[in-house]
């Protein structure tokens, strides 16, 4: 199963700015769905969705982490969470500007307005998926980034 990250806009069925409400019926709707788990949405396949939720009640932003099973987090091909990180840093970087912070431990395409994250970089070792691998792909909408005062 492929789940498509469309920056700005959504992860899969979840569309930023949706209800918390639809954004939860949409959520179910993706295979292996755990029908007990609420938020974040927990999947058979280890993947995780949270919902950020802006004042109106509606969906700011979608974080996904990364999922153990057959299931490819994607953006234009790439898979952002099941290719090592430095290959997938490598493709954006054909994409789009990125800008490293925490020592490479996470990266942001400010165009995009889409970030990726692992908990420490090991980009030698595969075994080590922690740090080999993103871990988790958020989206979120224009302004998203801005301080309240900007």
Do not use: K
């Amino acid at each position: 199963m492929i789940i498509d990250v469309v920056p700005s806009e959504g992860v899969g069925p979840v569309r930023i700015g949706m209800t918390m409400e639809e954004a939860e019926r949409a959520l179910a709707t993706i295979d292996g769905h755990d029908p007990q788990s609420g938020l974040p949405a927990l999947y058979d396949s280890g993947m995780s969705i949270g919902l950020e939720p802006v004042p109106g009640g509606t969906v700011g932003a979608i974080e996904v982490s990364r999922p153990y099973g057959p299931v490819r987090v994607e953006y234009r091909g790439i898979d952002l969470l099941g290719t090592p990180a430095a290959r997938v840093v490598e493709q954006l970087s054909e994409l789009t500007e990125l800008e490293e912070d925490e020592g490479g431990r996470s990266y942001t395409a400010p165009a995009l307005l889409l970030s990726l994250w692992r908990p420490f970089v090991d980009d030698e070792n595969p075994d080590e998926e922690q740090g080999h691998y993103f871990q988790s792909v958020l989206v979120a909408p224009p302004g998203y980034y801005d301080g309240p005062n900007d």
